[in-house]
Structure formats: structure tokens, C-alpha cells
């Protein structure tokens, strides 16, 4: 088969390794770096580069020439802002993907709030919306949570003494309509990986984020030792999965399909949980594997959920952040050999040029009946590289 992924950031790198090792023929579309990507077998489409079409009105007509030029036939989407291929290709090729509507639930926060609410699930409060340069910080109360109106950027929170800093992130990040929202004082952020096909749907995992204070700050994101998607505790788990399977459940009802995405919230010491974002994809950087060949995955998302669901059967995963020092970020080469000495630890998302990491920082993912593999993996690698790793189990 040839496809073409829209894959942004990297969200279904582990789902396209497979098909290339089930002998597929695998172009992707996206921006930046690609010589990891290519490294694997991932082909680039000469003269199709994602920036350059992004902005033209006629997207459609481009991509369906690509898609007869190269004799595409299976177009896969994993980026919020192309969820309109959903209805422009269903003549055209087999699309595994969102649909337009759910597409826009992570591009339109809005959206995605009222439809949760009328699932019977807790949102935050909207307290006003804005345009971006418009606004002014100082006369609200801290935290303060600020979202994007209608693009897939993240929460920006501001705190005492950050307005400054807020002003000057919203005019790089934000210059458009944003939104103020209720900040909810919680014990953990939330993440409730799901499967759509047809009117079907499955939660592959749970977990939460021990980095929820540093996550969302005025300043960039950074690396951190400590924790990052950590297992809940049974009865947390519970609560969690309920309200998933609330939103879930009359989603496949009024907009059936076949995607793999996330849905984040926050879960408070109470035990209410407060739905955050929808996003139509799997995690940034995807460092989940996919427990089924390329040839499996692709018949379980064109219609068979039986196979998708038997793959993830008793699965139960480790993610493990592997980091380098600050001094060294963007700078240090990630040892990808190690790979192929522990074969059961899954090869990261986001490496650039010559294994260079992005950010200073890759995720890497195993089964738990590997923890013993992961822990060798681990020790050989700080004790050879510059790289270190958390151990959140």
C-alpha cells in the first residue's frame, strides 16, 4: 500500500514504524526535521512541504493530486487542522482520521466545552473571552488559566507576578482570540488515551502527569527527573474512566469514525473530575506502541475492532522521560543503538538530525512485564551517556 500520513508533531510515529516493517510504502507530511523519520524508512514527498500549502485555499485540490501523482491509497491524519480530508477524500481513498466535527473539538475549546457539558461532565467556567492584544492581566486574580479560542495551542497559567511574561507570550504564541477560564486546584492532571472505530470506542490507558505545575507556566516547558505519566491508584483510575466513558460514549454515538486520541482533565482531591482538552491524536512525541503489526493496525482501523481491542488485551505501559541537562539540550546525540541490544524498549519519537534529541528530551515506552529490561536499559545509558531518566514506577 502507499499512504500518506499528515502526522503532527509525530503523534503516530510508532503506528508508521510498523507499517514500514509490514512492508508499506509510507510518505509523511509535517515541518522541521525529518532525517530520523527518513533514518527508519519514512519517505518525504518532494515539492509537498506541510508549510507551504498549509495557508492556500485550495488544500483539497493540492493533496488529490499528490494523492494521484504518487497513487496513494491510504491517507492518515493525526493533525487537528486537517480533519476537513474526512469529507474532501472519502471518494478518493481509504481515511483513517477524525471526522471535520471531531477534528475541530481540539482546535475549537469552545466547542469541545459545551460538548462535554452536554455529556453530563464538569467544565472549568469560561470567565471572558478577549482578543489577545487586547487584554490585560492585571486586574484578575491569580492563577489565572488562558486558553486559545480556536487553535490547538496549550493553557498558558500565570501566576503572581508573571503578567509581564504572559504579555509577551501571547503576543509570540497568541495573537488572536483567547479565553479566560476557572482555575481548578487539583491534585493531578489526567490523560485518558482512547480508540474510535465505527461506533465503537476503547481507553487503552490511564495515566497522570506528575508535572502539572511546570507544564503550563509563561515560560517553555523543560525536562524533569522527577515523574511524568504515572499509573493512578485503582479507585482514582475508576473515576477517571467513568467520565471518559461519559464523553466516549455519546461521541461514537453522534459522530462514529476511526481515530486514536486523548482526552485530558483534572481530577481534584474531592474526586471530581474536570474535563481540559480533546485531542484527536495520540500523545506529542508518541511513544506508545501500537502491540499489533502494520498490516493488523490497518484492519482494525478501517472497521475491526475486535482485532485493536484483542492487541490491547492485559496491556499495561511503562513511559519513562529520558533527559539531558540543560547545558546539553538540543545538543546531545541519543544513543539509538541501545535500541537494538534491548529490543523490548520502543524507540522514541522526535529525534532530529544524527539522533540529536528535541528539546533535550525523548519518551520512551515499554511493557510493565519489562521493568527489568527498562531498568538495564537505563543504567547502561547514564552510565555512558549525558542522558538521565526518571523511573516513575
Wanted: with cysteine; net charge negative; glycine share 6%.
Amino acid at each position: 500500500m502507499n499512504i500518506l500520513a499528515f502526522d503532527l508533531p509525530n503523534c503516530n510515529h510508532q503506528n508508521l514504524v510498523k507499517l514500514i516493517e509490514s512492508d508499506h510504502n509510507v510518505y509523511r507530511c509535517g515541518y522541521g526535521d525529518q532525517s530520523y523519520l527518513i533514518s527508519l524508512g519514512i519517505k518525504n514527498l518532494p515539492g509537498f512541504d506541510y508549510m507551504d500549502f498549509l495557508g492556500e485555499s485550495n488544500k483539497s485540490q493540492i493533496i488529490k493530486k499528490v494523492i494521484r501523482d504518487h497513487n496513494i491509497d491510504i491517507v492518515i491524519v493525526s493533525d487537528p487542522v486537517m480533519g476537513f480530508l474526512s469529507g474532501d477524500l472519502k471518494y478518493d481513498v481509504t481515511y483513517i482520521g477524525p471526522s471535520t466535527y471531531v477534528s475541530n473539538m481540539e482546535t475549537d475549546k469552545i466547542q469541545a466545552m459545551e460538548f462535554v457539558a452536554s455529556c453530563g461532565v464538569s467544565v472549568p467556567k469560561v470567565l471572558g473571552r478577549y482578543q489577545s492584544d487586547q487584554f490585560d492581566s492585571l486586574s484578575w486574580s491569580k492563577p489565572l488559566v488562558v486558553k486559545p479560542a480556536r487553535r490547538w495551542s496549550p493553557a498558558i497559567i500565570c501566576h503572581e507576578g508573571e503578567d509581564e511574561a504572559l504579555q509577551e507570550a501571547l503576543s509570540n504564541e497568541y495573537p488572536h482570540e483567547i479565553f479566560l477560564q476557572e482555575y481548578v486546584d487539583t491534585t493531578w492532571e489526567t490523560s485518558i488515551n482512547y480508540t474510535i472505530i465505527g461506533d465503537e470506542y476503547l481507553i487503552t490507558v490511564i495515566k497522570h502527569d506528575g508535572n502539572i505545575d511546570r507544564n503550563y507556566g509563561v515560560h517553555s516547558r523543560d525536562w524533569y527527573t522527577d515523574v511524568y505519566m504515572v499509573d493512578l491508584d485503582p479507585e482514582s483510575e475508576h473515576i477517571v474512566r467513568t467520565y471518559g466513558e461519559k464523553i466516549l460514549s455519546k461521541l461514537v454515538k453522534l459522530y462514529p469514525g476511526n481515530h486514536e486520541g486523548t482526552i485530558t482533565g483534572f481530577l481534584t482531591d474531592s474526586g471530581d473530575w474536570y474535563f481540559g482538552e480533546f485531542n484527536i491524536r495520540r500523545s506529542m512525541h508518541n511513544s506508545i506502541p501500537s502491540y499489533m503489526d502494520g498490516d493488523a493496525w490497518l484492519t482494525a482501523m478501517q472497521g475491526d475492532m475486535s482485532t485493536y481491542r484483542a492487541a490491547w488485551t492485559d496491556k499495561k505501559l511503562i513511559q519513562v522521560v529520558i533527559h539531558t541537562t540543560h547545558e546539553h539540550a538540543e545538543s546531545e546525540r541519543y544513543p539509538i543503538e541501545l535500541h537494538d541490544t534491548y529490543p523490548g524498549i520502543h524507540k522514541p519519537a522526535g529525534l532530529k538530525s544524527d539522533f540529536m534529541t528535541c528539546s533535550g528530551g525523548v519518551i520512551i515506552s515499554t511493557e510493565s512485564e519489562h521493568r527489568d529490561i527498562m531498568d538495564k536499559f537505563i543504567s547502561e545509558l547514564e552510565s555512558t551517556t549525558n542522558f538521565k531518566a526518571n523511573r516513575p514506577y
